[in-house]
């Protein structure tokens, strides 16, 4: 076969230029618009607007800065420590941290690091000039090779991983002070200036972010865990409410669920950042380690710690709600009138479980501990009515089918009796040649209303209880049901119901976890020394 024969000509009725030139202006506008400096200035407002400390933590590294830039501006300081100044802004860039502890914790692996890297670099300094001039610089690269095959080993060991910028600062200052001092003459000087440089900038470095504005990590720590207790139970009342409420009407394909961001569901975009909170929970308790006494947190040795370990319950907690918002936006639904079967007691379930988020994280907002008696009772009590209704009502969820053939046979045997009656009462009138006519036409008017009515009754309530979410003429050949068909659809509406069960168990599990978060919570109020409050 020729190609000009398998040829296929489509005319489409637009002009090219038309076609083209439309999106191009279009994504020239919008690319001038995301460009422009106006929106750039706003979304830098934005940012700044939505945490001040950020602003704050910019300007004070500016300070620092400048007063150590005094030191080389003014001639006197720099008579003393020469061009070895310089060490003293690369030391406020490099040590000065966000919060106060990360500063104390980047302080201390700078001074012991660079305090090592001194001590080395004297020793070997010494060792290389009593060997000779010939083997000084053979002492001196053999030195350097050990030292940062060593450094760059240890900083990998498990237990020596907080301490990693620590060995990078013995590599790179002793490399420096060690060559610098080889060339220019009087290494054990050069060192010793060097190191008072470096002291110089972490103290101005210490000396601004504690005194002026200090943002602490502890304090970070604390509202973080705050804002994640009231994220998880927004979520999980978005997601019931959401779950009862729908319809199926408004049901988005899959693919696009997979890919969505779900813009109209901020409560869950805040959940999704509660899951990814770990890593930014532990770096600050760490960074609190670092931190004196200050404000709420009076007193040493405060248990950091047991703020990641409750934030760790609250993200297993959080994890159910995923779930639950998973079969929210799945492809199998349960109908819609079985969800409302049980929906007093699923949101009965989950006001009283996202009260008791709130309420603990208002506690530890607060740093008072009362004892949650009342609302414990209120959340099994409600868990327990939801697990009663569905026991009374399992039939629902496991013989969806059963029911349906069910009422299909009350539908037909109804129909027969329609059409027994109209007949009877069809022969009853017939008594002459004259009135057999109308007769008749008035008995198929009736029989065909009576079949078009449960013919669409039918339909319908196939419609509510069939999965996917098909009209009744797709399984149809002919007019009648495909009969291998059948069984398919009792199946997919035996899964349909287990849908809803499989979203109640994950609610019943969620409030299962939260004993474990109310143990935890109160393992961190006796080891913080919250005060106490008991409500009954």
């Known amino acids: 076969m020729s190609a000009k024969s398998c040829s296929v000509r489509i005319n489409i009725g637009v002009t090219p230029k038309a076609a083209v030139q439309e999106p191009v202006k279009k994504s020239t506008a919008d690319n001038t618009e995301s460009s422009s400096p106006r929106k750039w200035i706003w979304d830098v407002w934005q940012f700044a607007k939505e945490d001040t400390n950020r602003v704050t933590f910019s300007l004070k590294v500016g300070l620092a800065c400048l007063l150590v830039s005094l030191l080389i501006l003014f001639r006197a300081p720099y008579e003393i420590f020469g061009t070895n100044i310089i060490w003293s802004i690369l030391t406020v860039a490099i040590m000065f941290e966000y919060t106060v502890g990360a500063t104390f914790n980047r302080g201390f692996n700078r001074a012991l690091g660079s305090l090592l890297a001194g001590i080395f670099a004297i020793v070997v300094i010494q060792i290389a000039m009593s060997s000779g001039h010939i083997a000084e610089p053979y002492v001196i690269g053999v030195s350097i090779f050990l030292i940062g095959a060593i450094t760059s080993f240890m900083k990998l060991w498990p237990s020596l991983v907080p301490y990693e910028y620590g060995f990078r600062v013995i590599l790179f200052t002793y490399c420096l002070i060690i060559v610098s001092g080889y060339r220019m003459g009087a290494p054990?000087?050069?060192?010793?200036?060097?190191?008072?440089?470096?002291?110089?900038?972490?103290?101005?470095?210490?000396?601004?972010?504690?005194?002026?504005?200090?943002?602490?990590?502890?304090?970070?720590?604390?509202?973080?865990?705050?804002?994640?207790?009231?994220?998880?139970?927004?979520?999980?009342?978005?997601?019931?409410?959401?779950?009862?409420?729908?319809?199926?009407?408004?049901?988005?394909?899959?693919?696009?669920?997979?890919?969505?961001?779900?813009?109209?569901?901020?409560?869950?975009?805040?959940?999704?950042?509660?899951?990814?909170?770990?890593?930014?929970?532990?770096?600050?308790?760490?960074?609190?380690?670092?931190?004196?006494?200050?404000?709420?947190?009076?007193?040493?040795?405060?248990?950091?710690?047991?703020?990641?370990?409750?934030?760790?319950?609250?993200?297993?907690?959080?994890?159910?709600?995923?779930?639950?918002?998973?079969?929210?936006?799945?492809?199998?639904?349960?109908?819609?009138?079985?969800?409302?079967?049980?929906?007093?007691?699923?949101?009965?379930?989950?006001?009283?479980?996202?009260?008791?988020?709130?309420?603990?994280?208002?506690?530890?907002?607060?740093?008072?501990?009362?004892?949650?008696?009342?609302?414990?009772?209120?959340?099994?009590?409600?868990?327990?009515?939801?697990?009663?209704?569905?026991?009374?009502?399992s039939y629902l969820l496991t013989s969806s089918h059963d029911h349906y053939d069910h009422s299909t046979k009350l539908q037909t045997k109804s129909s027969k009796t329609i059409s027994f009656n109209i007949k009877d009462f069809s022969n009853h009138l017939m008594e002459g040649e004259s009135g057999k006519a109308e007769t008749t036409n008035t008995q198929s008017a009736v029989a065909v209303q009576g079949e078009s009515y449960h013919e669409a009754m039918r339909k319908q309530q196939r419609r509510l209880h069939s999965w996917p979410s098909r009209e009744v003429d797709d399984f149809e050949e002919d007019g009648k049901v495909a009969t291998d068909l059948i069984p398919r659809m009792h199946a997919l509406e035996s899964t349909t119901a287990l849908s809803l069960a499989t979203f109640t168990s994950l609610l019943i599990e969620f409030v299962a976890r939260l004993d474990h978060l109310v143990e935890a919570v109160d393992k961190l109020a006796q080891m913080a020394k919250f005060k106490q409050e008991c409500t009954i």
């Open 188 to 393: 054990i000087r050069t060192a010793m200036d060097r190191l008072y440089s470096i002291a110089i900038g972490g103290l101005v470095a210490v000396l601004v972010n504690v005194l002026i504005c200090p943002i602490w990590a502890g304090e970070q720590l604390h509202k973080e865990l705050v804002k994640n207790f009231n994220s998880v139970a927004d979520a999980l009342e978005e997601c019931v409410k959401k779950y009862v409420s729908d319809d199926g009407s408004d049901q988005p394909e899959f693919s696009k669920t997979v890919m969505d961001d779900f813009p109209d569901e901020p409560a869950f975009q805040k959940c999704r950042t509660t899951l990814n909170s770990s890593a930014k929970l532990d770096s600050l308790a760490n960074s609190a380690k670092w931190e004196p006494p200050h404000g709420r947190f009076g007193h040493f040795f405060y248990p950091w710690a047991e703020y990641v370990k409750v934030g760790a319950v609250l993200r297993h907690c959080a994890y159910e709600v995923m779930a639950m918002h998973g079969c929210l936006h799945s492809e199998i639904q349960a109908p819609y009138n079985l969800r409302c079967a049980f929906q007093s007691e699923i949101l009965d379930a989950t006001n009283q479980a996202a009260e008791l988020l709130r309420s603990l994280g208002k506690d530890i907002n607060n740093m008072n501990w009362s004892l949650q008696t009342s609302l414990l009772k209120h959340v099994h009590s409600s868990t327990e009515r939801l697990q009663h209704s569905i026991d009374l009502h």
